[in-house]
């Protein structure tokens, strides 16, 4: 279980290298489609010209096919986490992000096979389950009603932030044995 658990690991690790790498690849590519032509944003498809962004796109799905092969080798808890760091690739914060996943995996729980829905709803009315999500659904609140409005159009991370904490909810996957 170890070895399946690093080799998940080593592919998760390498998915975000290649997701975070391929948004900064891609960019360059509009940028320089867009000097030499309409932008996209306008309406312009030269970029499907420029080979720097079919680098970038054959990057995000070599990423992407590294992801969802990691979920065949490691369960769900030791990758998951690992997803963000895509998003942080080329941000200082990718330091505090690999520390912290890293903790989670030395400390994340064995898996277990779910044995029924029942089992499922005691784990969902958990007073620790219930606070997480009360929070988080506040927390996607203030996201949705104060920083998307004020901040939405030029920050991302609102958009971000709001998929991600929805997706840990969301993100549910067991092997009910009936």
Not at 61 to 80: C, D, R
Not at 86 to 108: D, E, F, K, Q, Y
Request: charged share 10%.
């Amino acid at each position: 279980m170890y070895r399946t658990n690093l080799i998940g690991f080593g592919l998760a690790v390498g998915s975000s290298a290649f997701i975070g790498s391929s948004f900064i690849i891609k960019k360059k590519g509009l940028q320089r489609a867009g000097a030499s032509g309409s932008r996209a944003s306008s309406g312009g498809y030269g970029y499907l010209l420029e080979p720097l962004w079919w680098i970038g796109m054959v990057t995000m799905i070599v990423g992407e096919f590294a992801n969802f092969v990691a979920y065949m080798y490691a369960p769900a808890v030791l990758v998951t986490p690992l997803g963000a760091l895509s998003i942080i690739v080329r941000n200082i914060g990718c330091v505090l992000c690999i520390v912290g996943s890293t903790v989670i995996v030395i400390h994340a729980p064995g898996e277990h096979s779910i044995s029924s829905v029942e089992e499922i709803w005691e784990l969902a009315i958990q007073p620790a389950f219930l606070l997480y999500a009360a929070s988080a659904a506040a927390f996607v609140l203030v996201l949705v009603l104060y920083c998307e409005p004020r901040y939405g159009q030029t920050n991302i991370l609102v958009y971000i932030g709001i998929c991600s904490i929805i997706g840990s909810l969301t993100d549910l996957k067991v092997n009910i044995n009936d």
